[in-house]
């Protein structure tokens, strides 16, 4: 195996499996190196500047947030990841900050949804996972989850409402990790309500 396909090869190791133009870039090789490989079906164009090692079967989950930290998985489908939801999500749920354009993403995939919060809470409760199909993906930590679902009880359904809310109380609790969160979203009492009935 020659040199830049061994880089090629830990490039894409390192990044679930995928890397895109710029990784690529970043390393020295080019988006006409890139295309030489291709041709020879040493690698493999999955997505518009995205490619993966021939034969790689990419993880969905990792692959629509892949080149984006600010792509952060919530609501129902970070509880889903997490086991707060029985359900498999038919939406991908994403938060991003405020002003963070969405455009490429939508018309890539249309089954997403995002929710723009502040830049100051975006990266509250940030965390990392393996998905379902076992890549790793940036989501938020389950007290985050469940002060999201708190805050915009109206907005969710009530049955993910009422199942994320046992499940998360029932699972060993980070209660002060929990409260910390509330306090940053002023529902800290809401919160308190709940664990007075469910715990």
């Known amino acids: ?17 995928v890397f895109s133009t710029e990784d690529a870039a970043r390393v020295g ?19 518009r500047g995205q490619y993966a090692m021939a ?17 952060i998985y919530s609501y ?7 086991g707060l939801s029985d359900r498999t999500p038919h939406l991908l749920e994403f938060s991003v900050p405020q002003g963070y354009n ?6 890539r995939d249309p089954n997403v949804r995002f929710h723009y919060v502040k830049s100051d809470i975006h990266s509250l409760g940030k965390t990392t996972a393996k998905s379902p199909q076992g890549g790793e993906v940036i989501l938020y930590d389950r ?3 469940i002060c999201d679902l708190v805050r915009d009880r109206n ?3 009530k049955q993910l409402f009422t199942h994320g809310l046992k499940t998360y109380f029932a699972s060993k609790p980070n209660l002060r990790k929990l409260l910390k969160y509330g306090k940053q979203f002023g529902i800290d009492d809401k919160l308190r309500t709940y664990m007075e009935v469910l715990m």
């Open 76 to 82: 129902g489908s970070a509880m889903y990841f997490w």
């Open 29 to 47: 090789i080019n988006r006409t190196i890139l295309k030489r490989y291709a041709d020879r079906n040493v690698i493999t164009r999955i997505a």
């Open 102 to 107: 969405t455009s490429r993403i939508k018309e």
């Open 155 to 157: 907005a969710i359904d």
């Open 55 to 71: 034969g790689f079967v990419p993880d969905e989950f990792a692959l629509l947030q892949s080149g984006s930290e600010n792509l």
């Open 143 to 145: 007290e985050r989850c």
């Open 1 to 17: 195996m020659e040199t830049t396909e061994i880089t090629l090869k830990n490039l894409a190791e390192a990044n679930n499996g």
